[in-house]
């Protein structure tokens, strides 16, 4: 399996700036001690990917610097020209991920999970939506025609929900907190609304129940997985209370319940927002230790349809 770092196109942020950019690259020197061989840099999503999830005008807009001063504010980043590379590179990210899944069984972006980006404007730190981006361009190359999406990052989907909620062939699953940002809530096509302090055991039997629903329902070809950290008990902006363990046993029952049912995964980081930065880098990375745990074993051979198929016919 393949994992994708995107932190070499930096996204560049005044002083104080809230969005904590320096995970990015203290994930991926983690992750490129253990997986050294794995590490790849995405190719940037082209227009024609793009504007199969957005307005064409819209992308045009971003890429020229001619966004509205509103529009910018609502993004929450400075435009520059390095912040549509960055983007680009981040939605490619997230594409390139769904092949690796698609060829191994699993792939990873270090970023992504940009769920707030709607179909003609980007909002909380999203510019394009990767995990619509990828789902379509993923469909449009044949190579999976149902793509389920897992977004347990502690903010709702709205984007995603707005972009693709209503597409029969892409099923949108959201897990988080009730009295989180974006306030104005989308209809994905499973909305799970938790809580404030919920904590690990109502988490995971919650996500027991659900993520069995979406699987029967949607039949996947590929899925795509938004390992949000900000569930996290020590988030700034999430209310949930999940711990780091509570988060691994989430990461776990996610990876194998998709791998046991054939499906290939692609993972993205989503948010986190801990007062401590190496404490949203220690949640993503052990996300992708346990990615690679299971990437190691899962399709020996290389062609993860095969062993899919070769699997299910053993296990029946
Ligand atoms: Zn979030």
Redesign the pocket.
């Known amino acids: 399996m393949l994992i994708y770092a995107t932190d070499h196109f930096v996204l560049p942020l005044p002083p104080g700036h809230r969005f904590p950019m320096a995970k990015y690259a203290r994930l991926r020197e983690r992750v490129a001690a253990i997986a050294p061989d794995r590490m790849r840099e995405p190719p940037a999503a082209t227009d024609e990917e793009l504007a199969r999830a957005h307005d064409p005008a819209y992308v045009a807009a971003v890429t020229s610097g001619t966004l509205a001063e509103s529009a910018i504010r609502r993004i929450g980043f400075p435009w520059s020209p390095a912040m549509v590379e960055r983007s680009r590179r981040s939605a490619g990210a997230t594409i390139a991920a769904c092949r690796s899944a698609l060829e191994y069984g699993f792939g990873v972006n270090l970023a992504g999970g940009t769920h707030h980006a709607h179909h003609d404007f980007g909002c909380g730190f999203c510019v394009f939506n990767d995990a619509a981006v990828a789902a379509r361009a993923m469909q449009a190359e044949a190579l999976a025609a149902r793509v389920l999406i897992v977004d347990l990052?502690?903010?709702q989907g709205d984007g995603t929900a707005a972009i693709v909620g209503h597409d029969p062939s892409i099923h949108t699953l959201s897990i988080h907190g009730r009295n989180n940002f974006p306030f104005r809530k989308r209809s994905s096509r499973q909305d799970v609304e938790l809580d404030d302090g919920t904590c690990d055991e109502v988490y995971l039997a919650t996500l027991r129940v659900v993520l069995p629903l979406a699987l029967a329902a949607s039949r996947p070809h590929l899925a795509i997985y938004l390992a949000?950290a900000?569930p996290y008990v020590g988030d700034r902006l999430g209310r949930l209370a999940l711990s780091k363990a509570g988060l691994a046993s989430r990461d776990a029952y996610v990876l194998d319940t998709l791998h046991a049912a054939g499906v290939p995964v692609a993972i993205a980081m989503?948010?986190g927002y801990a007062e401590d930065v190496d404490d949203v880098v220690d949640i993503h990375f052990e996300t992708v230790r346990l990615t690679l745990e299971r990437g190691a074993v899962a399709c020996p051979h290389r062609d993860v349809a095969s062993c899919h198929r070769a699997g299910s016919r053993s296990s029946r």
């Open positions: 990052d502690v903010h949000g900000d989503a948010g």
